[in-house]
């Protein structure tokens, strides 16, 4: 099965830092990884599917890169609405197991 | 609007079982693959099982495998989880969630419900 890993496990920054999450593969994923975003309570929200294409409605400010096993997520400017944390999804096994990495909380420094 | 509602949880003794159901609605239900994802209280999120949109494939992680069953109903816009022989570890909540792309292999889970609980306990 493929594990998921996620670096680092919280970080801690200010409004209009910018963040960087990474997220690891056991192995090669091609570009089938989404990231969600999940606030305490709520259920997750899709930001980023297929490693770097921005889903609909997501600010420009997020942004997803990487392919094989290494990805990251990018906030270029972290704002008071996104200290939540950010959970990687794979969708590339056969048969289909869609692993969730363990998740990284951004939390205001 | 779009949306996928969640019923069915509760709490439940060890060895029983229980149905959890999601109703959609504002979309075309039977063109869509349609995932479980549970979350255990102050942990991560960990996929269930998926559905094909015309429920011809079915897939659940080992944790759920033989246990647990998902179905749907194209004519009634609602999707299932059947619980089996429930465990303790099995304390989560329970969201639904649609794939992104319509008739097309599962990728990412565009649309979530809001969730219900099922508490395992004696």
């Known amino acids: 099965d493929i594990q998921m890993t996620q670096s680092p496990s919280s970080v801690s920054a200010s409004v209009g830092d910018r963040v960087t999450i990474t997220c690891r593969a056991s192995q090669g994923i091609s570009s089938w990884l989404a990231w969600y975003q999940q606030k305490p309570g709520k259920a997750p929200k899709l930001l980023i599917y297929a490693a770097s294409s921005l889903q609909s409605g997501v600010p420009s400010r997020f942004s997803g890169s990487g392919s094989g096993t290494d990805f990251t997520l990018t906030i270029s400017s972290l704002q008071p609405e996104d200290f939540a944390t950010y959970y990687c999804q794979q969708a590339n096994s056969f048969p289909p197991l869609f692993t969730f990495g363990p998740g990284t909380k951004v939390d205001i420094k | 609007q779009v949306q996928l509602v969640e019923s069915g949880g509760g709490v439940v003794q060890p060895g029983r079982s229980l149905r959890l159901s999601c109703a959609a609605s504002g979309f075309t239900f039977s063109s869509y693959g349609m995932h479980w994802v549970r979350q255990a209280p102050g942990k991560g999120l960990e996929w269930v099982a998926v559905i094909w949109y015309d429920g011809s494939n079915k897939y659940y992680a080992d944790s759920v495998k033989g246990r647990f069953t998902i179905s749907r109903d194209n004519s009634k816009n609602t999707l299932y989880l059947q619980m089996n022989s429930l465990r303790a570890e099995d304390t989560a909540v329970y969201y639904c969630?649609?794939?992104?792309?319509?008739?097309?292999?599962?990728?990412?889970?565009?649309?979530w419900g809001q969730g219900t609980m099922v508490t395992v306990s004696s």
């Open positions: 969630a649609r794939d992104l792309q319509a008739v097309a292999a599962p990728d990412a889970f565009d649309i």
